[in-house]
């Protein structure tokens, strides 16, 4: 059973180019949730989403970031027209239901996003 | 608002000692869980252990243990016995009942590096 799995790994882009990152869940997964961490920085919440639908977008900027987790296929972080301070590593996690308050959050291994 | 706080940049511990973590939080919330993250240089985010704000008891996880202290809202790691392979970064994270499941907030984190 694979884990959550998210690609590219690494990821370089001119300012102004847009950046694709793709999640898929682990298998039987349906809720997938994204985060950006700074350099030094702990990981901050994004987005929530399920199949089709975003839950949450509380953490997300309100320009040039979207994010789409469609019936099929992984989920999607999309970041327009990137600057310099979008360099960051960029998570995600995913569970296959509202868990237990102590089941633990399943990461991918994070795309590393350079801005040059 | 919610906060996290990891006072220690950076600590330095000598193999086959005991190291503890510090990690307080903020919040009103009387449900919440708190979590203990590693992060090593490859970058992923390994989970290792939880504590409820309802448990009587302190965690413990193998050579991992939590110092809960709820009146004084602290959750310290304690890593015994500490390994070369403990080098890395440590996060504490919370997540509140009334947010959405996947909602993890991080504190800055503390980078540990254990020598010979």
């Known amino acids: 059973n694979a884990g959550v799995m998210q690609n590219p790994r690494h990821l370089v882009r001119r300012r102004g180019q847009e950046a694709r990152l793709r999640c898929s869940p682990m298998?039987?997964?349906?809720?997938v949730y994204w985060y950006r961490q700074l350099p030094e920085e702990g990981l901050k919440f994004m987005v929530y989403?399920?199949?089709?639908?975003?839950?949450?977008e509380s953490g997300m900027p309100k320009e040039r970031f979207s994010a789409e987790f469609p019936k099929e296929g992984p989920s999607i972080l999309r970041i327009q027209q990137v600057v310099r301070g979008d360099s960051a590593a960029y998570f995600c996690?995913?569970?296959?239901?509202?868990?237990?308050?102590?089941?633990?959050?399943?990461f991918g291994q994070g795309t590393r996003l350079t801005v040059v | 608002a919610q906060k996290i706080t990891q006072t220690q940049p950076g600590m330095f511990v000598q193999e086959k000692e005991a190291v503890t973590l510090d990690c307080t939080y903020d919040?009103?919330?009387?449900?919440?869980?708190l979590f203990w993250y590693k992060q090593p240089s490859s970058g992923e985010m390994i989970f290792l252990i939880y504590?409820?704000?309802?448990?009587?008891q302190n965690a413990t996880e193998g050579r991992y243990s939590l110092n809960f202290q709820k009146a004084r809202k602290s959750a310290n790691l304690v890593i015994s016995a500490s390994q070369l392979g403990d080098s890395a970064m440590y996060f504490c994270?919370?997540?509140?009942?009334?947010?959405?499941?996947?909602?993890?907030?991080f504190g800055a984190g503390t980078q540990v590096v254990v020598t010979p």
């Open positions: 504590q409820g704000s309802y448990d009587q």
């Open positions: 989403l399920q199949k089709e639908n975003i839950i949450d």
């Open positions: 996690a995913s569970s296959q239901s509202l868990e237990s308050m102590n089941t633990e959050a399943f």
């Open positions: 298998k039987g997964h349906s809720h």
């Open positions: 919040t009103s919330d009387p449900s919440y869980g």
């Open positions: 994270a919370m997540r509140l009942l009334t947010d959405s499941w996947g909602k993890l907030q």
